[in-house]
């Protein structure tokens, strides 16, 4: 059984309105999970945003919580919304208007990991979903609100910064002859969840690290980046990509030898977006 629905790493001193979020880098599966699945221990592994968590460890040393997720993305995905549910998957699940993420059997409880590998052998009862959904999906998403209701009590705005990884071949269809390899996608749903000059200062904190970087292609964001980014509201989202081919054997999930460089560099720039939420910010937040 999964401990925790979510974990969070606190600053000792909450400095930035800044809120890092990694919702798929948890390894910890239910046995009883594993068991019932078609896949093995490691195959089962293959949707998850792996080391992630360690990639963005360093945020609580610069003043900004760090949230992680407690129930793997096989699981439960946290970046789709409660009510995405695969009627080939769920029983009692009525079709709905088509939805791709869905159809392609990648709704809250997922049908698939990657590569189309099926995980059940059948399907699952409503009141397993739910329950999960319950226990793990709901607590972790009102955890996010209410770090992000803090930051705008504490300092007037709230940006949460949703932490991914991707497979080094999801590129494969916006890489142009000629033009360097995104290394970092950046997703504000094309404007709608984040200021622009939030998003600039997000995207040149990458570049100056030597990244390279692209916006919203192949991500623009999920269900997060939608439900939390209100920038009317003084509450941005910005989901980040990172190509796992930087920092890890994608097909042993291992880190790999540039591991440690790039946990390095990802420390420089989460300094400078937690730096964003720290400026100009009213003296009752010190």
Not at 53 to 63: K, N, S, T, V, Y
Not at 204 to 229: I, M, S
Not at 254 to 279: Q, Y
Request: glycine letters at 6%.
């Amino acid at each position: 059984m999964i401990v925790e629905p979510y974990r969070v790493i606190e600053p000792l001193l909450r400095r930035s309105s800044v809120v890092f979020a990694s919702p798929h880098s948890s390894d910890s599966y239910p046995r009883s999970f594993v068991r019932a699945s078609l896949l093995d221990d490691h195959s089962i592994r293959s949707s998850e945003d792996a080391f992630v968590d360690r990639l963005f460890g360093a945020a609580p040393e610069f003043g900004a919580p760090l949230l992680l997720a407690g129930a793997p993305r096989a699981y439960v995905d946290m970046n789709r919304s409660p009510d995405e549910l695969d009627p080939a998957l769920i029983e009692g699940v009525r079709p709905q208007v088509h939805n791709p993420r869905v159809a392609s059997g990648l709704g809250v409880i997922p049908r698939f990991v990657a590569n189309g590998r099926a995980i059940y052998r059948g399907k699952l009862s409503m009141a397993e979903a739910q329950k999960r959904i319950d226990l793990y999906w709901r607590p972790y998403h009102a955890e996010i609100q209410r770090q992000l209701d803090l930051s705008r009590d504490l300092f007037g705005n709230a940006i949460l910064i949703d932490c991914h990884s991707m497979p080094h071949e999801a590129l494969d269809s916006v890489t142009r002859r000629g033009v360097a390899r995104p290394e970092i996608v950046l997703g504000d749903r094309y404007g709608a969840a984040a200021a622009a000059d939030i998003m600039d200062r997000v995207e040149a904190a990458f570049q100056a690290a030597g990244f390279v970087v692209a916006r919203n292609a192949p991500f623009a964001g999920a269900f997060v980046t939608q439900a939390y980014g209100r920038p009317s509201r003084d509450q941005h989202a910005i989901q980040v990509e990172i190509d796992r081919s930087l920092y890890m054997d994608e097909r042993r999930i291992r880190p790999n030898a540039r591991f440690e460089a790039v946990r390095d560099l990802l420390t420089g720039v989460i300094a400078e977006i937690a730096a964003i939420g720290i400026e100009d910010l009213p003296l009752a937040a010190e």
